[in-house]
């Protein structure tokens, strides 16, 4: 079942797109990376999706329905963090969460206890979320999310402001509550390392359009900029030999380390060069991390 | 209907979890006492006024002034003054949320922004409600309690005494009537504070609105004549018709209906402003 599906989705505002013909498609169980740099449009979708902001073009369905037919209940089965976790904070942690729980359709003591517990906050649930550390309303942002134990969860960088160990906590939760418990997330970060552990999908987004989307490991796969990480026994010679190659599309030089920007495919012919040029080859390692992928496909858009 | 009620109860809540909330309720406890402890202990300036008012012709055993006639004359501050903590809360209910970002954890719940609007109007009604009236009781209360009771005898194109027991029915209706003006007030700081997310924005525009809406009704120039019946201010006198003889029910009639088409048009024009709002902050 499609959980997300966007039809031509924009936002104007003024004169600028801020989302302009975005069609993004996110299916039942799916762990969905967004990505994109600042003021690419990742939060202005979100929040379409979440009908903070009225789109000013196309349409969007959720769980399988669209607003017109589903109306504001569909937002029952639906749990989100967008952006900084603000609370109320005036009144308790316990407070917040049942008045939430409450305008959710109805939350029993019990699940905001179990939700207290994933996120660690059940010993300091009556304090006043004004003492909290953005760490703790961090997590109690989460908290109000999977409050009503919704199908799709939507969290907008919310690893954000924790400590090494909260993100660790945080991760294993996302993986586990898609695994475990069904749920389809969308997950929205700066994280590139966060997104290539978590997710399965993922789209990148650019100036409000989308760049590429589907599964992360296809996508690294079948790049064009593969990275190939090459240790050789005279690397800076080695280096200008490459550099000289036009079937090689980019190289440099790292700490004796030489990075080869070259489709998969052109690999062996890699390693053929270097032997040819009786160089002493120690490794050739595939090292496309999503990070290489990211920077270079926005490289390339951006000439 | 069920959501819309919870929504209304959580908006009570959260306004009684906030210190200004109580601003109002503390000022009247400290200072209505204190004024009638004053008017004990020193008189009332208005009671020789009344007196040089009424020359040789009547012969008044006793003395004019009671905790009814302080509570009367108290009933002034719903002008200018009272509107004021009315306006700490109605003003920052709608845009408090948008400058804390709240919204975003409230709006994303399968709740509809209608909903949202009513219930956070419903909550500004019930404040206002509950301060008024409790002006109501700590005034007329602290009056009999320190200055006295008695009859009330106000001067409404000349003398009307009204006995004691009549006295809290008038007031009654008196207050009641200054919810509804009170609350025309609450609206207008209400849809302030619907076009913005600045707390401070709706408190100050409603305040100047109000002021000046004061100066124009009261103004005596002719030319000014044209404009007063749209200003809401010409029919706030409404909650001081209960103590006329007889009750003028046409005009209570009359000026309540105004002052509530006031309202609802505020609400609506909240609400249509609230629904096409893009949540950013």
């Known amino acids: ?303 | 209907m069920v959501l819309l009620l919870k929504a209304w109860f959580y908006e009570v809540v959260k306004i009684f979890n906030r210190w200004r909330t109580y601003i109002g309720f503390v000022t009247i406890t400290i200072l209505v006492p204190i004024i009638m402890y004053l008017t004990h202990r020193f008189g009332f300036d208005v009671q020789d006024q009344a007196l040089r008012s009424l020359g040789d012709s009547v012969v008044l055993v006793g003395t004019l002034v009671n905790g009814f006639l302080v509570s009367y004359y108290l009933m002034n501050v719903m002008w200018v003054h009272f509107p004021f903590f009315i306006v700490l809360v109605s003003g920052d209910i709608m845009a408090g949320e948008g400058a804390a970002g709240t919204f975003r954890i409230l709006l994303t719940r399968p709740i509809s922004r209608f909903q949202v609007v009513t219930a956070k109007f419903l909550a500004t009604f019930f404040y206002t409600f509950l301060i008024v009236f409790f002006l109501g009781v700590i005034s007329i209360g602290s009056g009999m309690l320190i200055v006295g009771g008695g009859d009330l005898l106000v001067f409404d194109k000349g003398i009307l005494i009204l006995s004691q027991n009549e006295t809290l029915l008038r007031f009654l209706l008196a207050y009641c009537l200054a919810v509804v003006v009170q609350m025309v007030v609450a609206s207008l700081s209400f849809l302030f504070s619907s076009a913005t997310s600045n707390g401070i924005g709706p408190i100050i525009g409603t305040y100047a609105v109000l002021v000046v809406s004061y100066i124009l009704s009261v103004i005596q120039i002719d030319a000014l004549d044209v404009i007063r019946p749209y200003l809401f201010t010409t029919y706030f006198d409404v909650f001081f018709a209960p103590f006329a003889s007889p009750i003028p029910w046409g005009e209570i009639a009359r000026k309540s209906a105004v002052l509530v088409a006031y309202v609802v048009v505020f609400y609506s024009v909240s609400l249509w402003i609230f629904s096409r709002k893009d949540i950013t902050s």
């Open chain 1, 1 to 303: 079942m499609m959980v997300i599906q966007t039809n031509s989705l924009g936002k104007r505002f003024g004169d600028r797109w801020a989302v302009k013909d975005l069609n993004l498609s996110v299916e039942k169980g799916q762990i969905f990376g967004f990505l994109g740099p600042n003021g690419a449009g990742k939060s202005t979708t979100i929040r379409m999706l979440l009908r903070l902001i009225r789109p000013s073009t196309g349409t969007f369905m959720l769980l399988g329905k669209s607003l017109r037919d589903a109306g504001q209940h569909i937002y029952s089965r639906v749990g989100a963090l967008v952006e900084k976790p603000d609370f109320y904070l005036y009144m308790t942690a316990l407070k917040n969460l049942k008045m939430l729980g409450a305008l959710s359709g109805g939350v029993d003591d019990r699940r905001i206890e179990e939700v207290l517990d994933i996120v660690h906050l059940r010993d300091r649930a009556d304090e006043n979320v004004r003492n909290y550390s953005h760490g703790m309303r961090q997590r109690l942002g989460i908290a109000q999310a999977l409050l009503h134990r919704p199908e799709l969860v939507i969290l907008d960088e919310p690893t954000s402001g924790l400590d090494p160990e909260g993100i660790h906590e945080i991760r294993e939760l996302i993986v586990a509550l898609a695994r475990e418990h069904e749920m389809t997330i969308l997950l929205s970060s700066h994280l590139l390392h966060e997104i290539e552990q978590v997710c399965t999908h993922m789209a990148i987004i650019d100036n409000g359009t989308l760049v590429v989307q589907g599964a992360v490991d296809d996508l690294l796969r079948k790049t064009d900029f593969y990275v190939t990480e090459v240790s050789v026994d005279n690397p800076e010679r080695a280096y200008n030999h490459l550099q000289t190659e036009d079937w090689i599309k980019d190289v440099s030089l790292e700490k004796d380390l030489i990075k080869v920007h070259l489709p998969a495919d052109k690999r062996p012919a890699l390693a053929e060069f270097l032997v040819r040029n009786h160089f002493k080859v120690f490794s050739i390692i595939p090292r496309t991390s999503l990070e290489d992928y990211y920077l270079t496909l926005l490289k390339t858009r951006h000439g």
